[in-house]
């Protein structure tokens, strides 16, 4: 299949971007790129999808999402993370059953190709959540997904035994980290290698050290990735510092750290958090919308850039976002640092693009096959509509896309070759029957966990 007529950005080494661009695609690849009138000429015979009007980006990567989550958006609002977690979130999703798990990742995964993500990195899907109906959702849909399995010991966060798990989410070390290399095993490679298995540990005080430094062995010796949430909050900081550590000095000394690791959110590092990131090249996903909304602080992005941490970016769950667009988040991440270092410059539209693209790729330590259009790599790609009143005038290709893009301005997706969003349509999902069932299941999982009337807001409501 030969797209033409668009307006392409790249992101290749010389952040190239091609008007009247054309991408050939062959299989699951891209075969070649480069002017329209010349492809067209080099392949005449080839069948043509007319991209007139549109901006084509690689397809995004969030580098931090929660697939259960999806089905209680907006069922925790305007609460602080410990209070949103033990009150609500972890309460809601102690109450799930096998059948509202899978629709919950359905209209995640719906929501995500719909507005341009391609790749995701699931962090943390429950035990009781059934990871097969996971695998199975992005097997079908068409979508590539890291996909990580909670690995935990104890059921509480940061070490506070007031802050306790719900009973519905304990796990223990058989039932996580073995389940988690036996769905490694099961999965690993599965869907045209678009499924990839994760270790995702909970955050320190949920899980020994003994048992972090067993998975941080296994990721070593099996080449499992790790993903996890660190220093999002101040009481995150207080857990380290009760023993004597900095968050990477302890993530250092459990064996954390390192090129297979993604950690997320970020937000309370000092400077030799920030070097020991860069010395040993572990990853960091930013989630600016979730940290602000949940008032958790902001990630110091531009100085971990400054010293050459990889930086990528996530939306984190519904309930923290309300949102699954990585399209809104990088508005936020080019404007949030902006706003808090009183420097216009500070993290442009062009690097947050990266952020979402090429920076996602190589936390995933998948860089060499996906997150820029290049001949050889996935056939990954999103079409952004440009024509509509809301895109134009436009001027710099990156900077609309980045700052008056929104999902709903997602035309065409692409993903390992396959389209799977045509026209603003799912290809692969049922749409309706994904929002029907979502809906169904949302009101008997809050009615079951007694929490009917919390959710409802502050305002009467009759």
């Known amino acids: 299949m030969l797209y ?22 062959q299989k699951n690849l891209i075969a070649a790129i480069g002017r329209t009138a010349t492809l067209k000429e080099d392949h005449p ?3 043509e999808t007319d991209l007139t009007g549109r901006i084509v ?9 929660h697939t259960a989550q999806s089905l209680i958006r907006g069922a925790a609002d305007d609460l602080e993370l410990v209070s949103w977690l033990c009150e609500r979130v972890w309460v809601l999703q102690g109450n799930y059953t096998e059948e509202d798990s899978r629709a919950a990742v359905r209209l995640s995964i719906a929501e995500m190709l719909k507005t341009g993500t391609t790749c995701f990195l699931e962090s943390m899907f429950a035990d009781r959540y059934n990871f097969d109906n996971l695998c199975l959702a992005v097997q079908e849909s068409g979508i590539r997904g890291c996909l990580g ?5 104890i059921a509480r966060y940061a070490g506070n035994p007031k802050w306790g798990l719900h009973p519905g989410l304990v796990e223990t070390r058989e039932m996580s980290l073995l389940g988690a290399v036996k769905m490694w095993e099961k999965w690993n490679g599965a869907a045209e290698d678009r499924i990839r298995v994760w270790f995702a540990p909970r955050t320190p005080g949920g899980v020994s050290e003994a048992l972090y430094k067993e998975m941080s062995g296994l990721s070593r010796t099996k080449k499992i990735p790790i993903t996890m949430h660190c220093a999002e909050v101040k009481a995150d900081r207080e857990f380290y510092a009760s023993l004597s550590h900095t968050p990477m000095s302890y993530c250092e000394e459990v064996g954390l750290l390192g090129p297979q690791t993604v950690l997320v959110h970020m937000v309370h590092l000092d400077d030799s958090d920030i070097a020991k990131l860069a010395e040993t090249h572990t990853h960091v996903a930013h ?3 979730s940290n ?4 958790s602080g902001i990630c110091r992005v531009p100085d971990l850039q400054k010293a050459g941490v990889n930086v990528g970016l996530g939306t984190d769950g519904a309930p923290c976002n309300n949102s699954n667009d990585l399209m809104q988040e990088m508005k936020l991440a080019a404007i949030i640092h902006k706003a808090v270092s009183y420097d216009p410059t500070a993290v442009p539209a062009e690097t947050v693009l990266e952020m979402a693209t090429i920076n996602g790729a190589r936390a995933l330590g998948m860089e060499d096959s996906i997150g820029s259009l290049e001949v050889g790599k996935k056939a990954d ?9 809301g895109m134009q005038p436009w001027f710099s290709p990156v900077s609309a896309v980045v700052y008056s893009a929104t999902g709903r301005d997602v035309d065409m997706v692409v993903v390992d070759g396959k389209v799977v969003v045509r026209g603003g349509k799912l290809m692969t ?5 994904v929002i029907r069932e979502a809906e169904m299941r949302s009101k008997e999982v809050v009615a079951r966990a007694g929490l009917v009337e919390a959710v409802k807001g502050r305002w009467p409501s009759h």
């Open 4 to 25: 033409t007529n668009a307006t392409l950005i790249t992101v290749n080494l010389s952040r190239t971007i091609i008007h009247d661009g054309a991408i050939l695609v």
């Open 292 to 295: 602000a909304k949940l008032a």
């Open 287 to 289: 989630c600016p919308t």
């Open 45 to 47: 015979d080839e069948e």
């Open 429 to 433: 999902m049922d749409e309706r029957e």
């Open 381 to 389: 790609f999103v079409a952004v509509d440009v024509r509509g009143v």
């Open 57 to 65: 980006i690689p397809g995004l990567i969030s580098t931090h999402m």
């Open 149 to 153: 399995k909670i690995v935990m010991d």
